[in-house]
């Protein structure tokens, strides 16, 4: 059935040249019964290359199906023009399919690398940890160090669980004030061990949002601005419609400030400070993006760092 709908231009097109044969035999007075047998010659020859081709036809669709069973099996040898054009095509895309899949693979091999550094990353502070248990230190500092273990394991976790497809994000109504509080405490210590002082202000807001990933991007920001900042403030407060976080830290020279949302940049602050990884902002913009919120850094070298969420 196909077949005969695919050919239906040629077989109408027979019927016509054998229309035009007999009128003219007719218009000339000739007998139509000398029509009879070149039209029935004609009928045979037409009949005989269209089963040829149709048996072709057949044979090349079969050939076709065998190739779906066999990966990168090459393409047939093209028969027309026209075959030749719809080769070139599926050449065309299959080029552009691999070149993906080579992406893809780049995409695992960043994934590798990223663990690679976060488990050299996480030795730093396991090597202190076992120094301290050594000279028989506080605990405070050693509260300290697996609060940053703690941090550390969590955004690796949360970098993995960003590069799936279907991300656990759950809206709702979240008391900022209170999930700043329980946040801030997770960092008790190492605001003793620093010096540091915490200045709190009620923001009032109650945005709609994932909590669990908010609480993340908190932890982030504190982590950071703990970091470059020692013996100084943190303040937290509400401005508008947004979250404020400021630190009185040694602050973000001009020439990085463009970058610190990109993944592994570390700037000038991140080369001096070893355990910087450059995913700490790289990740709060991504998880903000998709909670449809926005980040926003300003700094000055040494006069600190704010940054903002709008929410």
């Not at 059935?1 to 040629?10: H, Q, T």
């Not at 027979?14 to 139509?32: K, R, S």
């Not at 081709?53 to 026209?82: C, G, Q, S």
């Not at 990740?283 to 006069?303: A, M, W, Y």
Request: proline share 3%.
């Amino acid at each position: 059935m196909n077949f005969l709908k695919e050919n239906a231009r040629d077989l109408w097109l027979a019927l016509l040249f054998w229309l035009i044969f007999l009128t003219i035999f007719y218009l000339y007075g000739l007998p139509l019964s000398a029509a009879v047998y070149p039209l029935l010659l004609c009928t045979v020859i037409f009949l005989v290359v269209k089963l040829t081709d149709y048996r072709r036809r057949e044979r090349r669709i079969k050939a076709l199906e065998a190739l779906k069973k066999v990966e990168d099996a090459p393409l047939p040898h093209p028969e027309n023009t026209l075959e030749a054009a719809y080769i070139q095509v599926i050449e065309s895309k299959e080029r552009r399919l691999k070149a993906e899949r080579s992406q893809n693979r780049e995409r695992s091999k960043e994934s590798e690398d990223t663990l690679a550094l976060w488990i050299h990353q996480i030795k730093t502070p396991i090597t202190s940890l076992k120094l301290m248990f050594d000279t028989g230190q506080g605990n405070t500092e050693m509260a300290a160090q697996l609060s940053r273990i703690d941090r550390y394991v969590g955004l690796i976790l949360n970098y993995f669980r960003l590069q799936s497809e279907n991300t656990d994000y759950v809206f709702c109504r979240v008391d900022l004030d209170t999930l700043i509080k329980e946040t801030v405490k997770k960092f008790s210590s190492e605001f003793i061990l620093r010096k540091n002082r915490i200045k709190l202000e009620p923001t009032g807001l109650k945005p709609v949002t994932d909590e669990k990933w908010l609480s993340f991007v908190l932890e982030q920001i504190l982590s950071n601005a703990l970091k470059y900042t020692k013996n100084g403030t943190i303040a937290v407060y509400g401005e508008s419609s947004s979250l404020v976080i400021e630190d009185s830290g040694i602050g973000i020279k001009a020439g990085d400030l463009p970058r610190v949302f990109e993944r592994g940049y570390t700037g000038y602050n991140g080369r001096n400070e070893k355990s910087a990884s450059g995913l700490g902002l790289y990740l709060c913009k991504r998880v903000l993006t998709q909670l449809d919120s926005e980040i926003e850094v300003t700094s000055n070298p040494g006069e600190g760092t704010k940054v903002k969420i709008k929410f």
